[in-house]
């Protein structure tokens, strides 16, 4: 599918400020400085259209684009990040919460990693959490410029072991090169279609 159309909608911070969303809705997930603001301009070809970061954990909304007009990407804060309060966490760790239990949103996952990472407890923590609420769920693994070619597929490999999923949910990515960018576009497109 091609990106025609970007906009920014709004962004929330808190539940009760959310309009009607009556169109498929892709998260992008992940720790703080994961690749989730780059991620979202390359998909949508834009150079400064999601805000990205030098200080990482500054996002602290649910930031909503629409995308062709056919579904919005919610660019989420990152979590993990040490050096925000234990009072913020727990206002971010609500509007998260709350966002997740409105049932009307038609929600699908992208867990974006970065490669050379290990997914950790809280990783692990989220994905359960996401499981359990049934979402489907496409891992992104960000920043694959920065490891040799011919060590993606190892990678990726471990990834998938790690997160015991099919093959075809871990997407080896890179917002230098636009690897990947292909392989999410036909996924959206697929989420579009079935919506
Ligand atoms: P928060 O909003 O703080 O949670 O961060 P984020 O997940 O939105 O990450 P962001 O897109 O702001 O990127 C963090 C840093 O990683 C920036 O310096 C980006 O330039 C860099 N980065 C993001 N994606 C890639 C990538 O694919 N390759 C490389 N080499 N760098 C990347
Ligand atoms: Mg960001």
Same mark, same amino acid.
């Given at each position: 599918?091609?990106?025609?159309?970007?906009?920014?909608?709004?962004?929330?911070?808190?539940?009760?400020?959310?309009?009607?969303?009556?169109?498929?809705?892709?998260?992008?997930?992940?720790?703080?400085?994961?690749? %989730?603001?780059?991620?979202?301009?390359?998909?949508?070809?834009?150079? =400064?259209?999601?805000?990205?970061?030098?200080?990482?954990?500054?996002?602290? $909304?649910?930031?909503?684009?629409? &995308?062709?007009?056919?579904?919005?990407?919610?660019?989420?804060?990152?979590?993990?990040?040490?050096?925000?309060?234990?009072?913020?966490?727990?206002?971010?760790? !609500?509007?998260?919460?709350?966002?997740?239990?409105? !049932?009307?949103?038609?929600?699908?996952?992208?867990?974006?990693?970065?490669?050379?990472?290990?997914?950790?407890?809280?990783?692990?923590?989220?994905?359960?959490?996401?499981?359990? =609420?049934?979402?489907?769920?496409?891992?992104?693994?960000?920043? &694959?410029? =920065?490891?040799? %070619?011919?060590?993606? $597929?190892?990678?990726?490999?471990?990834?998938? !072991? $790690?997160?015991?999923?099919?093959?075809?949910?871990? &997407?080896?990515?890179?917002?230098?090169?636009?690897?990947?960018? !292909? %392989?999410?576009?036909?996924?959206?497109?697929?989420?579009?279609?079935?919506?």
């Amino acid at each position: 599918m091609e990106i025609k159309k970007s906009e920014f909608k709004f962004a929330i911070f808190n539940i009760n400020n959310l309009t009607e969303i009556d169109l498929p809705t892709i998260c992008i997930i992940g720790r703080s400085n994961a690749g %989730k603001s780059s991620f979202i301009n390359t998909i949508v070809g834009k150079k =400064k259209f999601a805000y990205v970061s030098s200080t990482p954990g500054k996002t602290r $909304s649910l930031n909503f684009y629409l &995308i062709n007009d056919q579904f919005f990407f919610v660019d989420f804060p990152g979590f993990g990040y040490g050096a925000i309060s234990d009072l913020t966490k727990k206002g971010w760790n !609500e509007l998260i919460d709350s966002f997740f239990q409105l !049932e009307k949103v038609r929600k699908y996952i992208f867990f974006l990693i970065d490669c050379r990472r290990q997914p950790d407890n809280i990783d692990y923590e989220f994905i359960d959490y996401l499981r359990e =609420k049934k979402l489907p769920i496409v891992y992104i693994l960000t920043k &694959i410029d =920065k490891i040799p %070619k011919s060590k993606v $597929s190892g990678i990726k490999s471990i990834f998938v !072991e $790690s997160f015991n999923c099919d093959k075809n949910l871990v &997407i080896p990515y890179s917002s230098l090169t636009k690897e990947g960018k !292909e %392989k999410v576009l036909n996924y959206i497109e697929r989420i579009v279609l079935e919506n």
